[in-house]
Structure formats: C-alpha cells, structure tokens
C-alpha cells in the first residue's frame, strides 16, 4: 500500500502546514482512523436520479465505503466511510444571495482536495459568497460524525461529532462536539463543545462544561474518540453491514409518497407516514415517522413517536422520546429518554444543535420552547430554555454557560424560516404531484458501486475515475 500510505503522509504535511501557529501535529489523528486493510474491504457507492446532475471525478484517492451524489471532484484525498450528498447544490443561473445579484456561471461542485474525511456528512450548498460555483474542502481533516454543512473549509482540523455550518473556515481547530455558524473565521481555535450562532444582528453561545463534555465525548491520549456519544454508535454500527453485504434487499413498505434510503436500518413495530424521507445510514427502531418528519443521515430515532413535520438534523438521536408537531431537533444532539422516564418536546419547539437531554427524571419542554446545552434534570430545562416569544422581545439573555446578545426576533424567525425551508426541500407538504422534494425525487435512485486496486503498487487507492452522463 505504498502508493496510499504516500497520500496519507501528503495530507498531513498539507495540513499540519495550515495549522503550524498552533504547533499542531494532525498525524496522531489520522493513523488512529485509518484501518488500510479496511479501506480495501468497502466499496463506494454513488447515486444516478433524473433530477440530480450527474459529474464525479475521482483522482490518486481511496473513497471506500462513501456515498457520493450530484457533482463531486475528489483528488488526492480519502473519503472513508463519509456521505457527499451534492442534491442541494446550486445550479446554473441561480442567483446567490439577496445581496449579491450576480447569477451562477455553472452548476456547483463539491470539490475535495487534499483531505481526510472519515464518517462525514458534506451537505447543502456552499453559502461562501466569494466562490459561489465552487463548495471547496482543501487540505482538511474531518473526523468520527463531524458535518461540513453549506461550509467550505481550507486548511482546518474538525473534531468528532462538530458541525460547521453555512460559513467558510480559514486554518482552523475545532473541538470535538462543538457547532459554529458565523459567516466566516479565519485562524481559530475553537474549545471541545463551543455552540456559536452569530451574524450582523445576533450572537448566540453556549460552552459546555468541561467535565460534563467529558462523558459524553473527549479524545483520549491515544487520539481516539471516547464517551458515551461514541459508545451508542459504536454498539449499533455492527448492525449497518447486512445493508452493505447484500446486493438486494426487499425494501421497507412505506407510502407512495416517502423515501426510504437503501442503506437505512429499521428494526422492531417502525411506522412511516406520508412524506416522510429517511436517509442512508439512518436507523429506526419501533419508531413512528408522522407525516413529513425526516431523518438525516446518521441520525437515530429509538422507542419513539414523532407526530409529524419533524426535523431531525443530521446526527441527531432521539431514544424513548415524544414530539410533537414541528419539532426540530438540531445536529448531533442526544435526547436520551429511559424507558420509565420518557422526553416530551412541546409544538413548535427548536432544540438547538449538539444539545444534550440525559436523565433519569422525565423531562419535559414547554411548547414554543427553545432549549440547549445541557438538560440532565426538569429544573435545567428553566436554565436552559426561553419560549420563543420572550427571546423575539429581548435584546439580551444570559444563563448558566449562555449568552444572548442582538435582535432576538431575527434569531427566532431566522431558525424557524429554515426549518420550514429544510421542510419544503424534503417534499414535507408534497401533495397531488405538487410541492414535491427530495422525499419524492430520490426514490428511483439507481445506486452504483466503485472498487479499488487491491493488489500491486496501487493498493487501496481506487484508478482515476470519471462519472458523467
């Protein structure tokens, strides 16, 4: 395996360049992930609809066990057990921003290059105004569960189970389990479980306590991931091969108007509305999807009932859990209902990304609520929460670990503008051939698989690949 050993060296001088003023050695990170032998053992896959343009271009890379769809370059690089979905990418013509009129020369692609991508979602459009045709991933490290949401990235270290989200990073570190949406940073280190929302008009932030962070996610001497986040996937993942092992499996009754992935898990009395989509390496067990609720890639919904137009972003985990309509549950958060101690989530609620609801009381959220950080009893949920009409009147909130500073109306009606927009994108209110989303438009995807060298010089990088209409 000379020739991707070679590659794997390459990225870690790339980026331990980019990240040299903090005297930050990404090696340690990457020899802890990379199995070679199994990076032979799993095939790629990509997806061919009539309604996704079709362009990849795989080149000197290893992109075993990923999911690629839409337009996507991958060079010099290793994809490893990540989703690429490019179904949101802009197209030619489009006009990229209310403040910038100028439209699109081309389609938009995911252009990788240069980088370690393990167990990632890349998802949405690029929101970086400055390459509009162009969601670019260089010379960056991504690992377990991260999301690189409408983000580009040159240069960046990002932690287990982070999210960067509709922005653009710079030579940048960030934490295991923290989420930031902030337009733009450049040279940043951003502390384990920083929540950061913040624009012209608001800051949002919210620091997880070091100690509490520590059971549920931290990186050990040996740079592996560690904590009870990473135990449930971990207990769980084993159970994601038989979908991979078998070329044809009868798919999952469910109505005309949902999509269920190919490479979804479901298990146990699970029950599927109409418009519901639940996407590949998603897992279902005795969970009840209402009418246009969805689940993202690498989310769980467990002993559950979500009664309809539920958003549960991507990595979210819902467990003996009850919500009502027009939740949405944000990324990579941990609801962890007991079986005798069940998590209810009032109407129109916004749990906020990467929180964290664990205890052994019943919980319950007030409808019209917006909650965060971390909920380990009945009395944090009047620490950690607002109802939506009190933050719109305020211009500043503050509590244990948070603080609110802006225009709390334009943050209110920003997060539920794009829940109804993730909404309307999934087909949620699909009705008559009307209105119709991704629900409806991925479920005639053919699903393709690519192999690498597995002997030779070129072992475990896959030949120069180039996929178009």
């Known amino acids: 395996m000379e020739k991707l050993n070679y590659l794997l060296d390459r990225i870690v001088d790339r980026v331990n360049a980019n990240l040299r003023a903090y005297e930050y050695d990404i090696e340690p990170y990457i020899r802890s992930i990379a199995n070679l032998e199994k990076m032979l053992k799993f095939s790629a896959t990509y997806g061919v609809t009539s309604q996704h343009p079709l362009s990849l271009n795989f080149k000197n890379s290893n992109i075993s066990g990923s999911y690629f769809l839409g337009k996507c370059s991958v060079k010099r690089s290793v994809v490893y057990k990540s989703e690429i979905r490019g179904d949101e990418l802009k197209r030619k013509g489009d006009i990229i921003s209310d403040s910038y009129k100028v439209p699109l020369a081309q389609d938009e692609k995911i252009k990788i290059k240069g980088s370690f991508l393990f167990k990632t979602l890349v998802h949405s459009n690029s929101h970086n105004p400055e390459t509009p045709e162009e969601f670019y991933i260089r010379n960056t490290v991504s690992t377990h569960y991260s999301n690189i949401h409408g983000s580009t990235v040159a240069g960046c270290y990002i932690g287990p189970y982070a999210t960067v989200d509709l922005m653009s990073l710079h030579s940048c570190i960030v934490g295991e389990y ?4 902030a337009d733009e940073l450049f040279h940043r280190s951003i502390n384990p479980g920083t929540i950061l929302v913040e624009n012209d008009s608001f800051s949002f932030i919210y620091k997880y306590n070091p100690d509490v962070l520590k059971k549920y996610v931290y990186i050990d001497d040996s740079s592996v991931p560690k904590g009870v986040l990473v135990d449930f996937v971990e ?7 038989r979908l991979y092992a078998q070329v044809d499996l009868e798919p999952f009754k ?3 108007s949902s999509s269920i992935s190919r490479f979804c898990l479901i298990k146990g009395k ?11 390496r998603s897992y279902l067990e005795n969970a009840i999807m209402g009418e246009g609720s969805n689940a993202q890639e690498n989310c769980y919904i467990i002993n559950s009932h979500l009664k309809g137009f ?15 309509p027009n939740v949405f549950v944000g990324f990579n958060s941990f609801l962890n209902g007991k079986k005798d101690s069940r998590i209810s989530i009032g109407e129109d609620c916004i ?13 319950k959220v007030p409808a019209n609520h917006i909650v965060w950080g971390f909920i380990g009893s009945q009395k944090d949920v009047e620490i950690n929460s607002i109802s939506a009409e009190d933050l719109m009147a305020t211009k500043e909130a503050t509590s244990e670990g948070m603080e609110f500073k802006g225009d709390g109306d334009v943050f209110v009606n920003a997060f539920k503008g794009r829940i109804k927009h993730i909404l309307e994108l999934n087909g949620a209110f699909a009705k008559d051939g009307e209105n119709e989303g991704h629900a409806q438009s991925k479920q005639n995807a053919s699903l393709n698989t690519l192999q690498p060298y597995r002997t030779g010089p070129n072992k475990g990088v896959y030949p120069t690949i180039r996929i178009a209409p």
């Open 178 to 181: 923290s989420y930031l949406q």
């Open 235 to 241: 207990d769980r993942k084993n159970e994601f091969e």
């Open 254 to 256: 469910a109505p005309e």
């Open 270 to 280: 699970t029950r599927i509305g109409e418009n519901v989509m639940a996407c590949q």
């Open 310 to 324: 539920n958003v549960t972003a991507h990595g979210g985990k819902i467990i003996n859990s009850d919500l009502e």
């Open 351 to 363: 749990v906020m990304p990467h929180t964290i609801i664990d205890s052994d009381e019943a919980i």
